[in-house]
């Protein structure tokens, strides 16, 4: 497959895109019907992958950071606050 894709080879890359759009438009149909039906459970679902995801990405060794590090850190952390704080108020305007 991937030699297909190196050389161009359409008889490789149709079937795959094609197989991706219409898992792509299935999968969107689904999830639309399950959120219609279900919405707090899935999205307390999808929330939980997320964090749990999050929990496992964030380093638990801090051996090495000296204060130019522990600085980032509180200048992402306020750039990520007022970033979602932004995005926040521009959904309330365009809705």
Do not use: R
Not at 1 to 18: E, H, R, W, Y
Not at 23 to 51: D, E, M, R, W
């Amino acid at each position: 497959m991937s030699d297909g894709f190196k050389t161009l080879d359409m008889s490789v890359i149709l079937p795959i895109a094609l197989g991706g759009l219409v898992t792509l438009a299935l999968f969107s149909k689904l999830v639309h019907h399950i959120f219609k039906k279900a919405y707090p459970q899935l999205f307390h679902f999808i929330f939980g992958i997320v964090l749990a995801s999050t929990v496992m990405i964030i380093p638990t060794n801090y051996a090495g950071f000296d204060i130019v590090q522990y600085l980032a850190c509180v200048v992402m952390l306020g750039f990520g606050t007022w970033l979602g704080a932004f995005m926040a108020k521009l959904e309330d305007t365009y809705k």
